[in-house]
């Protein structure tokens, strides 16, 4: 999509901070980190958020929770890390195309909302 953010990103137009990338999926770090290690995986296709995963386009969604793992170990995140994924207005979305934020680097609170 043409005013899409990550999808510049993807194309190259907005430079990132690659840490993984193949012919699916993405992963950069967040230009406004969170916590020690705060990355974004992210498919190339656009889909918008969450809640327009579908039959047609759910592969891609398991091969970013392998590419998750991939990259976690990459990083070291033997701790562990937390992976969220804000989905519309009430979650703060503010990017409209589908990511999963990597979360990790140290002890993350139980806070949910
Ligand atoms: P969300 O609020 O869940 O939609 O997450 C969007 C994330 O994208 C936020 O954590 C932002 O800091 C991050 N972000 C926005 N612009 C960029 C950019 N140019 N490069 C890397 N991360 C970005």
Do not use: W
């Amino acid at each position: 999509m043409s005013d899409c953010l990550f999808c510049k990103i993807i194309a190259g137009e907005i430079p990132s901070s690659k840490v993984y990338e193949d012919d699916l999926v993405l992963a950069f770090r967040d230009i406004a980190p969170q916590a020690p290690t705060h990355i974004l995986v992210i498919p190339k296709a656009h889909i918008s958020s969450v809640s327009a995963i579908n039959g047609e386009n759910s592969a891609v969604v398991a091969h970013i929770f392998e590419v998750i793992a991939k990259v976690a170990a990459q990083e070291g995140l033997t701790g562990g890390y937390r992976v969220v994924s804000n989905c519309g207005d009430h979650a703060g979305q503010t990017v409209h195309h589908l990511h999963f934020h990597i979360l990790g680097g140290r002890q993350l609170t139980l806070e949910m909302a």
